[in-house]
Each structure stands twice: as structure tokens, then as C-alpha cells.
């Protein structure tokens, strides 16, 4: 990865492992160092690439006129530390448009060099929103000029060269991060453009859903919340929900429930459906809400205007907070997504790990690990919504009050079975191991 900026702090140590190697990009010339350093509780080795020209700035991702170079550097670079060190990769994994050009990289510029005759490579897209797109002109700092054959043609006449496409176009598989996901991407209503390449190459497109980490991301030991509970113990569940009221500054009501939203407030993440529908369930409905994010102003200055218009129910705190994210999330009694599209998404599945049901629209990710609750069978997790309107975030989030109840004797058992239901879950990493082994080893050579 990039040694950026923040990377760069007094308690890490890295040692240096190339002093000096130079590329030369469209007629820039590049001199990079690479440095390595142990992740802690990790035996993986992590190289950093030291470039400060390119990756010595403020934040990760930019709109800086170079951004299309910075990750072209990027790419090289891995497939240079493999040759430095007589690293044979098996795999290459790349994820996204910033390490798309490797598939095609190895297929032309590396294809002389032995190491990497048995290198297959698989590309993981986490967002088809980012394809890194950028002027023809480009295509000289990939240092693919001789190869601009294989971009594909009419884009490069058109003016224009589409990072992602290309790794799509030479991946030997790929994979992203829900199997809803994996279909929606192959329609022109997700596919951004892409749906007819995906459709193309849907024999090697696999859907794999995201894990998250139990270790952290867990009531019973989690070291940011006040009071642990399981779902065998739940008392500590209501101990979080007066404590994070008490810190919202706003009353504490056993009965009362508390929609929890943690999230970046953008478009994609549905919250202009909230706008006409969360005022109306405030003022005819007995619900407290809590809100922490930041994002498009737009969104900001509703959910500030909504705590200004609504002081007893709504708490709304702009930014991010690692220790309140957690908080909200032990502390809710259910937690709002209402996202237009979510490829994977990873709050459903902390507030299912918390006994907090979520509220969603049925897409990507979503779709994949929420289940309506059925309280006669005792199945299911949560509340989902299939259409993308005010109607149905309306319906979704009235199918979860009513399921509330008095919050109060057998609507209370009833919940509790709820929150059961989602904390067994298996939601981790090592959930999903094998089936990324099942595609590395479909793309090995001899199978």
C-alpha cells in the first residue's frame, strides 16, 4: 500500500527493503522506496511504497490532477516488489479502480519475466460508483502506450480510459462483496455503465459477502461501551440505551424505542427518503432518535433542523466517533438503513451482532443478511422495505414499531427473540475463508 502521510506516525517502525527503484511514466521519472512493517497480532508482511510527491498529502483518495498517476504508480510498484524480492505470486488480489491496471500489467509489460508466468489475478470491486475515468491523454503515465490496444477502443476514441473496465476486461476472476450484489452490477440500473462488460464475464463474477470483525465488533468484550451484555444476558442493553440517551441529552423512557443511524450521509445511503418520512413518524409516533454522521450539507442541516424541530426525540451529533458508533449501536433498539443501494454494507450486520434489528431496503448486501421477522415461526432478523420510496421506508419502519409494540410483557418476548436471532448470527471473516479459496483455486494453473 501507499505510505501516507498518517501512516507515517513516531510508533511505527518499518524497515527499508528497496532503497531505491525508479519508473519512468509518460516521461516522468519516479524514484520510490519500499519499506516493510508487521500489522500487530499479524505475521503478514506489509510493504509500503515511500513516493512523498505522490502520496505525502492531507487525505487518501483526491481530485488532485495526478490521482490517475499516483495509483498507476501503485500498481507497478507491487508487481516491482515482487521482482526485487523473487516473490512468485500465485494471486494477485486487487481491489477497485486504483489497482485495476495490474491484470494488465502482468499481461503485457511483466508478461517477459518468468516470475509471474503462473500469476493469475482476481479483482475485487467493493463500489462500481468508482471506475477511475480520466482523459485519454492518461494512458501515458499508466505506462500502457504500447499496449493502448488492449484499453478498450471505443472509450479511447471517445477520449477517455476507464481504470476499472480494464481490470475487468483481463481479470481472471472476480468478485465482489454480496451475492445480490454480483447480480445487480449486471443491470443497467447498478451496472453504472458496466452491466453488458459483467454480463460478458458472469462465468468467472462471483458474489462473496463482507465479514466483520467478531473480536471488535462485540457486546460481550467491547471496551467502548459502558455495559456488556450477550444474548443469553441482555440487561446490559438497557443500560447502554439510558446511557446514551443521558449523553444525547434526551430522557430516558423504558418503552420508549430508539432508532440509532450511523452512517456517511449521502445520497446513495437513501437519507432524502428520510426527509419527508422520519418528520411524520416523529410527530405522530412515541420514538426517540439518535444520529451520528457526516456528509453532503444537504443531509446535515436535516437531521440538525430535525433535533431543533423535535428536541425531546432527536439527538443528531455531526462528525464521527469511534466510542459513540459503538454506543449507538448497543444502545439503539433498532438502526435505520435505508440505503438506494448498498453492495455490501457493514452497520446491518453490527446491529445484528448487537441485538439491534435493523431497518432496510432490500438491496445488495442488505438483501443478503437481513430476514424479515416472522413472529409466529420465530425466524428472522430484521425489517426490510422492497420499494425504494416514502411508501415503503414508511412500511419498513412501521413494520418495526409494530412489532415493538407496548415493548412491554409478550411484545417484549417477542422482541427479545428478534434481537436473539440476529446476535447468533455468523458474521465473520471466517465465515467467508473458503469460498475465496474456492476461487483461487478455480483460477490456479492445472485446475
Known amino acids: 500500500m501507499p505510505m501516507y502521510a498518517r501512516v507515517q506516525t513516531p510508533d511505527r517502525k518499518f524497515e527499508t527493503v528497496i532503497r531505491e527503484a525508479v519508473l519512468v511514466l509518460g516521461g516522468t521519472r519516479i524514484v520510490f522506496?519500499?519499506?516493510?512493517?508487521?500489522?500487530?497480532?499479524?505475521?503478514?508482511p506489509v510493504y509500503f511504497v515511500r513516493c512523498s510527491g505522490l502520496y505525502d498529502r492531507e487525505g487518501i483518495y483526491?481530485?488532485?490532477?495526478?490521482?490517475?498517476?499516483?495509483?498507476?504508480?501503485?500498481?507497478?510498484?507491487?508487481?516491482?516488489?515482487c521482482q526485487?524480492?523473487?516473490?512468485?505470486?500465485?494471486?494477485?488480489?486487487?481491489?477497485?479502480?486504483?489497482?485495476?491496471?495490474?491484470?494488465?500489467?502482468?499481461?503485457?509489460m511483466f508478461a517477459w519475466d518468468r516470475i509471474f508466468a503462473a500469476t493469475r489475478t482476481v479483482l475485487t470491486i467493493h463500489n462500481i460508483g468508482h471506475q477511475g475515468t480520466f482523459g485519454g491523454s492518461a494512458i501515458a503515465d499508466t505506462g500502457l502506450s504500447d499496449a493502448a490496444h488492449h484499453f478498450h477502443q471505443d472509450q479511447l476514441r471517445e477520449g477517455r480510459i476507464n481504470y476499472l473496465l480494464t481490470g475487468i476486461l483481463y481479470a481472471n476472476a472476480i468478485t465482489t462483496v454480496s451475492p445480490t450484489y454480483a447480480r445487480e452490477i449486471q443491470t443497467p440500473e447498478h451496472g453504472v455503465g458496466l452491466d453488458a462488460f459483467l454480463r460478458q464475464?458472469?462465468?468467472?463474477?462471483?458474489?462473496?459477502?463482507?465479514?466483520?470483525?467478531?473480536?471488535?465488533?462485540?457486546?460481550?468484550?467491547?471496551?467502548?461501551?459502558?455495559?456488556?451484555?450477550?444474548?443469553e444476558e441482555l440487561e446490559g442493553k438497557e443500560k447502554?440505551?439510558?446511557?446514551?440517551?443521558?449523553?444525547?441529552?434526551?430522557?430516558?423512557?423504558?418503552?420508549v424505542p430508539i432508532i440509532g443511524i450511523v452512517s456517511r450521509l449521502a445520497w446513495q445511503k437513501g437519507f432524502d427518503l428520510c426527509m419527508s418520512v422520519l418528520p411524520r413518524v416523529l410527530a405522530k409516533r412515541q420514538v426517540q432518535l439518535v444520529v451520528l454522521g457526516t456528509g453532503e450539507p444537504q443531509y446535515e442541516r436535516f437531521f440538525a433542523s430535525l433535533a431543533f424541530q423535535f428536541p425531546k426525540q432527536v439527538a443528531y451529533k455531526r462528525g464521527f466517533s469511534e466510542p459513540l458508533a459503538h454506543l449507538i449501536e448497543a444502545g439503539a433498539d433498532m438502526f435505520l438503513m435505508p440505503s438506494r443501494y448498498?453492495?455490501?454494507?457493514?452497520?446491518?450486520?453490527y446491529s445484528l451482532r448487537y441485538g439491534t434489528p435493523p431497518i432496510v431496503?432490500?438491496?445488495?448486501?442488505?438483501?443478503?443478511t437481513v430476514t424479515p421477522f416472522d413472529a409466529a415461526r420465530k425466524t428472522g432478523n430484521g425489517f426490510l422495505f422492497d420499494h425504494f420510496d416514502e411508501g415503503g421506508l414508511g412500511f419498513g419502519i412501521s413494520q418495526a414499531l409494530a412489532t415493538w409494540g407496548s415493548g412491554e410483557g409478550e411484545d417484549r418476548?417477542?422482541?427479545?427473540?428478534?434481537?436473539?436471532?440476529?446476535?447468533?448470527?455468523?458474521?465473520g471473516w471466517d465465515e467467508r475463508v473458503t469460498a475465496y479459496e474456492m476461487v483461487y483455486r478455480m483460477i490456479a494453473p492445472g485446475r
Open 240 to 255: 447502554n440505551k439510558q446511557e446514551l440517551l443521558e449523553g444525547a441529552g434526551l430522557r430516558y423512557i423504558p418503552r
Open 413 to 427: 418476548e417477542r422482541w427479545r427473540t428478534l434481537q436473539k436471532n440476529g446476535m447468533r448470527a455468523r458474521l
Open 33 to 44: 522506496s519500499v519499506h516493510e512493517a508487521t500489522l500487530p497480532d499479524s505475521k503478514v
Open 342 to 349: 448498498e453492495p455490501c454494507g457493514l452497520n446491518q450486520m
Open 62 to 81: 483526491t481530485s488532485d490532477h495526478d490521482e490517475h498517476l499516483r495509483f498507476a504508480v501503485l500498481s507497478w510498484a507491487s508487481l516491482v516488489i
Open 84 to 108: 526485487r524480492l523473487g516473490f512468485r505470486p500465485d494471486i494477485v488480489h486487487a481491489n477497485d479502480w486504483q489497482t485495476s491496471l495490474i491484470p494488465l500489467l502482468l499481461k503485457t
Open 201 to 231: 464475464r458472469s462465468e468467472i463474477l462471483f458474489g462473496i459477502l463482507n465479514g466483520i470483525d467478531e473480536g471488535e465488533w462485540s457486546p460481550d468484550t467491547d471496551a467502548h461501551i459502558p455495559h456488556r451484555y450477550s444474548a
Open 361 to 368: 431496503h432490500r438491496t445488495g448486501g442488505l438483501a443478503d
